[in-house]
């Protein structure tokens, strides 16, 4: 099983009791783009909170591994703290994952070079800038 997929399985239980503002989780998720409009609008319309919770997490069990990181961030940016240390181990591992690669600087040194082309690094996000850059693509 999957790192994500067992954030969501183990702290299940958790997440559906302990989640009092599913509204505005799901419109962080909404925001950091891992739910659609539909998805948030349907999370939404539910009239029960613990509803709510289970329809966020059975959407998320579908949306892949970067998942567990949205989920965390909109937990603490909704001060769910409590449940946003729940999922802390499995984001770290998945911005690990993401991040496995980022450069120092741009244009990479030679040796990131190496490093990122035999990972099959493709773009590089600037944190510096809002664009996306195309990395060793023919």
Same mark, same amino acid.
């Given at each position: 099983?999957?790192?994500?997929?067992?954030?969501?399985?183990?702290?299940?239980?958790?997440?559906?009791?302990?989640?009092?503002?599913?509204?505005?989780?799901?419109?962080?998720?909404?925001?950091?783009?891992?739910?659609?409009?539909?998805?948030?609008?349907?999370? !939404?319309?539910?009239?029960?909170?613990?509803?709510?919770?289970?329809?966020?997490?059975?959407?998320?069990?579908?949306?892949?591994?970067?998942?567990?990181?949205?989920?965390?961030?909109?937990? !603490?940016?909704?001060?769910?703290?409590?449940?946003?240390?729940?999922?802390?181990?499995?984001?770290?591992?998945?911005?690990?994952?993401?991040?496995?690669?980022?450069?120092?600087?741009?244009?990479?040194?030679?040796?990131? !070079?190496?490093?990122?082309?035999?990972?099959?690094?493709?773009?590089?996000?600037?944190?510096?800038?809002?664009?996306?850059?195309?990395?060793?693509?023919?």
């Amino acid at each position: 099983m999957n790192a994500w997929k067992k954030a969501f399985k183990d702290n299940r239980v958790n997440i559906v009791k302990n989640l009092a503002n599913p509204n505005a989780v799901a419109d962080c998720l909404f925001s950091d783009r891992i739910f659609t409009e539909e998805m948030r609008d349907e999370v !939404q319309q539910i009239p029960e909170i613990e509803k709510k919770n289970r329809k966020i997490l059975d959407i998320l069990d579908r949306r892949g591994s970067r998942s567990v990181k949205c989920l965390y961030n909109a937990f !603490q940016e909704t001060l769910n703290d409590d449940l946003a240390n729940l999922l802390a181990p499995y984001a770290k591992i998945i911005d690990n994952k993401e991040n496995l690669n980022d450069p120092s600087a741009w244009p990479p040194q030679e040796k990131e !070079q190496e490093e990122m082309e035999r990972h099959g690094v493709l773009e590089i996000k600037d944190i510096k800038s809002p664009l996306m850059h195309d990395y060793n693509r023919d």
